[in-house]
Structure formats: structure tokens, C-alpha cells
């Protein structure tokens, strides 16, 4: 007897030692936090006084009986560290969710909830070394994996552009503009836009994007704007595929292989820059990885290949194929490859900005009769006008600026037009994820690499610092090209904890600012449905033939025609046949009055639409 009761204190004294009842504490303190976090607004302070402290601890009780219970009969395993991360989990992962960004700065809550939810991630692994180095993961294993994370990333970026388009949320700048141009394309195989600058212009005029033309083959077959949508999704997604290349010619272990191929299919940067609709850059981001991976095997003539189709996606897209080629020369010693790539994109580059400006000035003269446009004319680099000091100068005032006035350039960095910390708010989503990776090495040479981020931090414009837009592609690819090669010279502990703040980072990240956005457009979809569907069969009545003016949100449903036109930038011109408003937001009826004025009559109106066709009576 004596002997069965000594068995049953020795029992329970390895199931209540002091690390486990503090451990089963805080797990049950999260679990008991998460039950009550459907109860109400938890982020509000009354919330805390709808509940005695006797309830709270009766319940915290209740779980910590059943956590106990269940330590005594899985004595072998422990398993407080893992009621302790899953708790925790649901507990962050609610509160992420639930975040009113009215009232708390989504990025700093996440900030807060990043750091406890690490040291907790830690103690877990730190207790569970056994379990985890357990885990085996074989070659096709990480195939299969990074498989289903690319198409759940893909899935969940196309869901979001296709409610943008069944909602009416998509503008004409930048959206409505390329559905008209890939209406064009695919009638006539010239890339032509009437909404771009309100006149009939080859989009090749403001960006030279020949790459486009590697979607056309879909548009031509289902001509819709969530082909475009969903192509850029695919795209995106699929630089997890040399990226996984990239990862065994560094020999990184399947495990780190995977962990990665995690992190870019949950990057927030990279969901996040589909969220203002397709535009060329989506290509930048798979390309240079594939430059990249061709580079690390030395398959010179696919390099040139992938380099080549980088530069056509866009004129700026020379600079990260020169930032490459100094790379090249100065870290890896290729000079004869490097300076062949640096010359010809830098050649190609200048090109490309000598024939932008002839373009606008040839589609300056071909419309003397219409209203001057500067926009038409050269490339925008007035979004580094902060770096231009004679506006005649182009980019070669920036260049001026860097090597004239680098002090200047440095005040720069982290200034912003409205004075606020967006521009280091920006570094920190971009490299937090990666546990700041790509700055772990010696090799000075490396850093040639980063160069780029300066494209996003030299300006005041201010969606170029913004994760939400679509500017910073080209820089992700170099930063999960630096993220290889630095894990590759780590030892495993280091490269272990990296990795860790790395996923968890981007986990909590991706909940915070894509998350929302899908629950965002599913319920205003869900919520409005009805409106919805008859503002598209209103909209079906227009002609297809008929030249319309539309307000900015109508545009990409009504693109599919040779004449389509913004309002708010053609204004009162006759030379439409139908004039359509969006009345879910406010209308200008003093253009409403002028077109009255000029024979155009209302013949359908409804609660979100307004139409007006030329040269109808008013019965």
C-alpha cells in the first residue's frame, strides 16, 4: 500500500513541477482568453468587467484539470509546451482577426503580438527538439508542399481580385485602363488604351510592357477581367518554383527549403501588391528568380533569356539587370557576363526612355486638336521630383542629386511628404518576415543586392513605400535570392532561430493585412449581391459597339469596347454615345447638366446607376 502511494506522489510530481504548473497555467489562461474572445468586443475595456473574477478562474480551472489529466496519462511526451503553443495560436490568430484598424494601428498590434507569440514559438521548440528533429522531409515531400502552398496562395490572391471585379472596386486607374487595352489586343494585337490618357494611346507610350503579351493567349480565350486577375495571381506564385531551385543549388536542407517556399507564398508584400489590381510588374518577381537560378547553374543562355524578358516588362526594369550585373562582377568575378548584361540593360534602358519621350512627342502632334497632356510625354520620374532639381533634367537630375548632393539623398531615406514613419514601417514588412536574412553576412559584396529597395525609399511618392500596391516585386525577388545564400553559410541553430522569426513574422503579417481583405470583399459582395447583379445587367443593355464615358469604378466592366472613357477626366465631351454614372458615390450633376444641355437624355436610372444617351428625347 505504502508502495502504491510513494508510485502515485511520484506520478503527480512529474506532472506538477513548478516549469509545468506555470507553463499549464499560462496555457490555460490562453485557452479560457480565446473561448471569451466570442463573447464580445475584446478590445474594448468594458469588456473585461462583463465577467467575475470567480467565472474566470473556474473556467482557467477547468482547463487546467483537463491539461493535467492529460499530462498524466502522455507522461512521456510534453505536452503543456504544445497546449501552450495551440492556445496561444487560436488566441493571436483571433485577436489579428478581430484588430479594429479605426482604433489600433494594425501594424504595431502586430508588432506586439509578433515578439510574445516568439517567445513562445521558442520555449515550444526549445522543449520539443526530440519531435521535431524527428521530422523527415524528403525531395518530392517539398514539391508536393510547396505545391499546395503556391496554389492556396494563388487561390486566395485570385479570390481577392475577382470580388474587387464583381463588387465595383476596381478603378480605372490601374485596372479599367488594361481591360480596355487587352480588349484592343486581342481585336487588333496592338496594345491601345482610350482610358489610359482619354485619348486613343498605345499604353507602350507611358510603360513599354511588351511582356503582356504573355497573357493575351488567355484573354483571347476568356476575355474577362478576372483572367487578368488571376493571371497575375499564377504568375506571382509561380517564383516558388525557382526559388526551390535556387535553394538546392545552395543545399539548403528540405526543411529550410520548405520553410521558405512558406514564407514567399505567404509573403504579405507579395499578396499584398495584387491588391490594386494586375499590372506588369507581377512579372519582375518570378523573372529575376529565374535570372537568379539560371546564374547559380551557370546556364548562360537562359540567364540572357530571362534577363531579356525582365527588360520587358518595363523600362525601370533595366535597373534591377544592372544592379545583377554589378553583382556579378564584383561578388562572383563573371566579368565578361557581367559587364554584357550591365551594358545592354543600361543600353536598353536609356533606349527605352528616348523612345517614350519620341512616343509622346508623336502622339503629342497626331492629337494637337485635344487638350495637352504632359502625361503622355517621357517617363514618369516625377515620382523622384524630391531628387530633381531643373525639371528638364528627367533622371538624369536624380543621377546629379546622388553624386552632387549625397547628403541630401540620406534626409531622403526615411522622409516621408506627410511626416510619418511609413518608410520604416515599409522595411520592416518587407524584411521582418525574412528575419532580416538578407542583411546576416559578411560578404560586403552581397549587399550590392539590396541596392534596390532604394527605388522604393528615395521618393515621396507615396504608394512606392506602400505593400499594398504593386512597386516593390523586383526588390522581393533580391531579398529571397540574399535569404538563400545567407541560411546556406549559417550554422543550424542560428539558421533554425531565423527561419522561425521569419514564419511566425509573416504568419502574423499575413493575417493582419491580407486576411481582412477577404473577409473585406465576401461580405460586401455577399452583403450587396443583389445590387451587384443588376448593376450588371443595366450595364449589359450598353452596346458593344457604343463608345461610353463612365465613372472610374464602372470602367473595368464596361472596358470590353473600342471607345471607353473616365468621367472625371473627359468630363462634358459629346463625342461619346453613352454617359454613365456611379451614383454609390457622389456624382457631379454639374456635368450631368452640361450633357442634358448637349441633347443627352437619362433613359435608365436606378439606385446605383445613372446612364444618359446622346440624341435621346427625355419620353
Known sequence: MRENVKKIIYELGKIFTAEKLVCRLIASWFALTFIRSFEGDHFDLTFGQSATLGYIALLALLFFAVFSIVDYFFADFEVDPLFLLIFSTLCFIKWLIDIDVQYVDAFLYSMAVIAVYLIIVFYVFHKEKSLISKIRIGNKTVLILAAIFGTAAAVVISVIGCLRVFTYSAPNFDFGLFVNMFHNMRESGLPMSTSERDVLLSHFAVH????????????????SPNT?????AVIL??????LILICRS??????????????????????????YDIHENCFLLPLLLWVFCFFEREKWVFVYIFSFL???VKEDAAIYIMVFALFVIMSRKKHIHGFILLIASAAYFFLALHLLDKMGEYYAAYYADATPNP???????????????????????????VIKNPGYVFTQLFETSDSTYFKLRYIVQMLLPLGFIPFVTKKVSRYILILPILINLLTDYVYQYNIGFQYHFGITAFLFYLTVMNLSEMRRPSRQTMLIIGAVSCCCLYITLVAPM???YSDMYSENKDSYKSMSKVLEEIPEEASVSCSTMLAARLSDRDE??????????????YVVFDKRYKVDYNIVYAYKKEGYSVIKETNELMIMEKGRNDN
Open 564 to 577: 471607353i472613357y473616365q468621367i472625371e477626366y473627359h468630363g462634358n465631351e459629346t463625342d461619346v454615345d
Open 250 to 275: 545552395y543545399k539548403l536542407s528540405n526543411k529550410s527549403s520548405i520553410v521558405l517556399a512558406f514564407i514567399y507564398c505567404l509573403y504579405p508584400a507579395m499578396s499584398g501588391g495584387c491588391f
Open 228 to 232: 487578368l486577375q488571376i493571371a497575375q
Open 208 to 223: 513599354i510592357s511588351p511582356i503582356y503579351y504573355l497573357i493575351l493567349p488567355f484573354y483571347y480565350i476568356i476575355p
Open 518 to 520: 477577404i473577409s473585406r
Open 310 to 312: 525582365t527588360l520587358m
Open 375 to 401: 502625361a503622355i510625354k517621357g517617363a514618369m520620374v516625377n515620382r523622384f521630383d524630391n531628387l530633381i532639381l531643373e525639371e528638364d533634367d528627367g533622371i538624369i537630375g536624380v543621377i546629379k542629386t
Open 237 to 242: 506564385v509561380s517564383g516558388v518554383i525557382p
